[in-house]
């Protein structure tokens, strides 16, 4: 690769806080081969489909990066359950799995290099409450912290019990919390006596 194509590359990951997709590169003229060769070195990091990283010399992934990057691949995607929990201080741990939903109807392929748990939601439980997160690197879709409550009550099968309680004993510490609006949610998706019994 020449040298002024690689400076023309970097800086163009440098004006956008260090994420490109593909299709943004090949509006420059840069090719699937130059990326590829990138890639191999370990210059950049394909995170996802069409979707990079660059991680050169000094570079250091943003915090809350797989929140970032999962709605980069998924703009619809909405962050849930116990990773939203983490978000918002419920959590001390951050899940090894990303939780988050989407549309029962959105079928979009989302194959990232972590692991991931997708919730498909139905178009009413979809839309509650979703808040935007704004960061210098991209914003991301995330369940505000009552619903994100109701919905680890509701996946506790999968969740397990330990995180259940941290996530409840967490919540009802918060000076902030909303526990009738909670009781709503809960009651609309039919778990309200699950969600009463943990409260």
């Known amino acids: 690769m020449l040298l002024r194509t690689y400076e023309k590359i970097t800086e163009l990951f440098a004006r956008n806080n260090g994420y490109l997709s593909f299709d943004d590169l090949r509006k420059e003229k840069i090719t699937i081969t130059q990326m590829n060769e990138l890639v191999a070195k370990g210059i950049l990091q394909r995170f996802s489909r069409g979707w990079y990283w660059y991680q050169g010399e000094g570079a250091e992934k943003p915090e809350?990066?797989?929140m970032i990057e999962i709605c980069k691949v998924n703009p619809k995607a909405v962050i849930?359950?116990?990773s939203a929990c983490y978000y918002w201080g419920l959590l001390k741990k951050e899940p090894e799995h990303l939780s988050f939903a989407t549309r029962r109807t959105d079928r979009s392929g989302m194959e990232v290099i972590f692991p991931v748990s997708r919730h498909y939601f139905s178009d009413y439980a979809y839309s509650l409450d979703q808040k935007v997160v704004d960061?210098?690197?991209g914003s991301f879709n995330i369940y505000d912290v009552d619903k994100s409550v109701c919905d680890c009550i509701r996946f506790r099968e999968e969740l397990g019990d330990e995180v259940i309680t941290e996530v409840v004993t967490e919540?009802?510490?918060?000076?902030?919390?909303q526990v009738d609006r909670m009781l709503a949610y809960a009651d609309q998706m039919r778990v309200g006596r699950i969600v009463r019994n943990y409260l």
């Open 64 to 66: 809350n990066y797989r």
């Open 80 to 82: 849930c359950a116990d």
């Open 135 to 137: 960061t210098l690197y």
């Open 171 to 177: 919540y009802a510490r918060r000076q902030n919390r």
